[in-house]
């Protein structure tokens, strides 16, 4: 059984930071892609940032600059830095994983609330 723990969510002001990881747990055969996902009322989910088994990453254009993902392949680990944090950035976050050994799989995590506001 795989499982996904995410921590690190909460509430902070305009231009404070927080630090999301995630923790994959279970029985998960090469995982390539990990990444973060967020769900803002009335929004659809939107990629927020992506890392690749080789170090790629790829970031939404309204977080480029302000966030930094971040992945330790040994302890199977996804963080997400949140620096500059705006209003705008109120959301759900998911933690997303990609993994499989001759066929791939989606696995989520509960999803962690961020919420900025003054």
């Known amino acids: 059984q795989v499982q996904l723990v995410e921590s690190g969510g909460g509430l902070v002001q305009p231009g404070g930071s927080l630090r999301l990881s995630c923790v994959a747990s279970?029985?998960?055969?090469?995982?390539?892609?990990m990444g973060w996902y967020r769900q803002a009322p009335g929004k659809q989910r939107e990629l927020v940032a992506r890392v690749s088994r080789g170090g790629s990453t790829n970031y939404a254009d309204a977080v480029k600059g302000r966030f930094t993902i971040s992945r330790d392949n040994g302890k199977n680990t996804v963080c997400l830095q949140m620096d500059d944090l705006k209003p705008e950035d109120t959301a759900v976050y998911y933690c997303?994983?990609?993994?499989?050994?001759?066929?791939?799989?989606?696995?989520w995590g509960q999803g962690t609330q961020v919420t900025v506001s003054s």
């Open positions: 279970g029985k998960i055969l090469s995982i390539s892609d």
């Open positions: 997303n994983i990609v993994a499989g050994l001759i066929t791939t799989s989606n696995y």
